[in-house]
């Protein structure tokens, strides 16, 4: 039976739960060292038990925001947005919900030549989560090219709360927005007590805010990051409940097929706003089962389903010299805990 936490985490000793002692003592002096003066936190859990919970620098009650690792969580909520006829399908388009996207005319786009392109009335939305809608960029085609933006997640939130009549773009921030949907249809289920505020780009005084703007940011302590984390590991069940669809959640962490057919080899590592190594390409030498949220600071909830393994640093180092980028989540780090499993 799958141990799950109640208020708190079960805590066990490493080789209570299959890992060697010794050589997690090392993977956390590499995190140590690599840190160096610059503030970490890290949480570990395996089968169900919270096995590190290290906090040096930064209190760890402290509810830091998690940045762009939440947009896995917004990927969980779009499922679910799915599976209860909110949003008629992962291919519909994203306008039918959320005409508003297109109101969005040159010169108040985010920047010079940014704005709303007829091309965008067929994004759909599952472009949008995997980040190849194109949205707002001159020359790309929905499905054709993968570029790593914030609005079109912002699209999301806003159109999935409006589907809900959670979002208004009269009134961004009266709204309540998809921060409601976050704690009623996934952080409610799972016990994770986040926080929630909406953050902005400096942009200029016309660009359109409340319709691309205004994103939603997570903010969580390590083992409350920790618990989204075991879910997914779980494949979306908590419990007796399946929280996100276990369909979605599996394709959610493989890489889209769009990516596949359009772009090269060294871009096979993003599905549904997950990173995944389902292709190999993201951690060569790591199980290929493995998928990491990341967010800028270093902040990673990271999972190895078929070790019953995750590692969140909350946030970690984070590096531009880091094998595979700052979205890899420290791959030397997660070799060496990997390593001490058994």
Known sequence: MTLYP????????????????????????????????RGYRLAIVRDGYLVVDEARGIAPDAHLAIASAAKSIYSNVLGIAIAEGRILSPDAPVVDVYPEMM?????EGPKENRYAFPKDRAIVWRQLISNTSGYMKPGEEPGKVFNYQTYGMN?????????????????????????????????RHIGARWTYTLT??????????????YYTQ?????????????????????????????????????????????????QWQYGYAFWTNEQGVLWPDLPRDGYT??????????????????????????????PGGVTSANPEFLAMVLAACA
């Open 200 to 213: 902005n780009f400096d942009l200029h005084a016309r660009a359109r805010l409340p319709i691309f703007g």
């Open 103 to 107: 109101d969005v005319p040159e010169g």
């Open 293 to 322: 949220a990341s967010g800028a600071g270093g902040h990673y909830a990271t999972v190895f389903p078929s070790r019953r393994l995750v590692i969140v640093q909350n946030p970690g180092p984070y590096r531009q010299d880091a």
């Open 6 to 37: 109640g208020d708190d985490w079960d805590r066990a000793a490493p080789e209570d739960v299959g890992i060697d002692s010794a050589g997690l003592d090392r993977a956390r002096r590499w995190l140590a060292d690599m840190a160096g003066d």
């Open 218 to 266: 997570v903010q969580t302590t390590a083992p409350d990051l920790a618990r989204v984390a075991w879910l997914w590991c779980n494949g979306g069940r908590w419990a007796d409940l399946q929280v996100v669809p276990a369909a979605w959640h599996a394709a959610a962490v493989r890489v889209n097929a769009d990516l596949i057919a359009n772009a090269p080899r060294d």
């Open 155 to 187: 699209v999301i939130t806003h159109g999935v709360a409006k589907a809900y009549g959670l979002y208004d773009v009269a009134d961004p921030e009266g709204s309540p927005g998809f921060a409601q949907l976050i704690r009623d249809k996934l952080a």
